[in-house]
């Protein structure tokens, strides 16, 4: 019987540019993801081994998922998230199959970015009914982890996690996930970029960038889109109340921290 397939590719129109601060995290995906694939001769020359696939962690909400979005984006590849946990459930009885059948869709699809999100859901310490069958569906995914990392067809794996204690350890062998990158949250250059990148194109006036990322402090990029959303709103509303078009300032946007408070800090 055919299954229907939960997952499918997409083009991401956004690039590393457009991802705010994380430098760090930026160049570790281009040194071992990205230049491998534009200089393969060189990667060869230097004796570098390309393959591998890096993973993510950190508090939810600042931006893992988006930068593997936007690693696509920068290559022009395609794009395919996988959130393990619900799809574990929609594949129940059936895990390594469709497992596979990612895997082939990529390989079909490359160049495509293979993203995992919340890749500790494979955990051999489940204490669910799932616990004795998990053990086959990481043993799955670590065949097709050592298949991308042979094969070498355009296939580039990154995962994600809030909970890196969690991941299986046989995950983080070489050529499986054998870089391990923390995402922390915004510092204040790089909220005053995500600031910017989500006010870019609004109509705003007298935006004291440098203050609002000042009174910011451990809000994550998607607190700082809840912040923008807030102030935008109101603004909409007092816009069509008014019959004119009233832009957002840093007034309003302060009114938004105060409105909405940072998530980061209970991780
Ligand atoms: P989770 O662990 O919950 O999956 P995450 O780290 O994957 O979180 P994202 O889903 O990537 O977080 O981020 C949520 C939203 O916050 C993004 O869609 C984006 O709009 C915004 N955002 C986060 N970080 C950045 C950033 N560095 N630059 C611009 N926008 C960002």
């Not at 601060?21 to 930026?26: C, H, I, L």
């Not at 070498?152 to 994600?160: F, M």
């Not at 006010?199 to 006036?205: D, G, H, R, S």
Request: charged letters at 25%; proline letters at 4%.
């Amino acid at each position: 019987k055919a299954s229907k397939q939960n997952f499918f590719m997409e083009k991401p129109d956004i690039k590393f540019e457009d991802v705010g601060g994380m430098d760090k995290v930026k160049n570790e995906i281009s040194m071992k993801i990205i230049q491998p694939l534009k200089n393969p001769d060189l990667y060869k020359a230097f004796g570098k081994k390309i393959g591998g696939g890096i993973l993510l962690y950190g508090p939810p909400g600042c931006g893992k998922t988006y930068l593997a979005r936007a690693t696509a984006g920068e290559i022009n590849a395609g794009f395919i998230n996988i959130g393990l946990h619900d799809i574990l459930d929609m594949w129940m009885g059936n895990s390594e199959k469709n497992l596979h059948a990612v895997f082939e869709y990529a390989r079909k699809n490359a160049p495509c970015v293979v993203f995992f999100d919340e890749v500790d859901a494979l955990g051999a310490s489940r204490s669910d009914l799932r616990q004795s069958s998990m053990r086959h569906v990481i043993n799955q995914f670590l065949a097709e982890l050592d298949g991308v990392a042979s094969k070498n067809d355009g296939i580039l794996v990154l995962a994600a996690t809030n909970a890196p204690w969690s991941v299986d350890s046989a995950f983080r062998r070489p050529g499986r996930f054998d870089r391990i990158v923390f995402v922390a949250p915004p510092d204040e250059k790089g909220r005053a970029e995500i600031l910017k990148q989500h006010l870019k194109n609004k109509p705003v006036e007298n935006i004291d960038i440098n203050a609002l990322a000042k009174s910011t402090a451990e809000y994550s990029g998607a607190d700082i889109q809840a912040i923008v959303d807030i102030a935008t709103e109101a603004k909409l509303e007092e816009s069509m109340a008014k019959g004119s078009l009233e832009k957002i300032t840093t007034k309003d946007l302060q009114k938004a921290v105060k409105q909405h408070r940072p998530t980061t800090q209970e991780w």
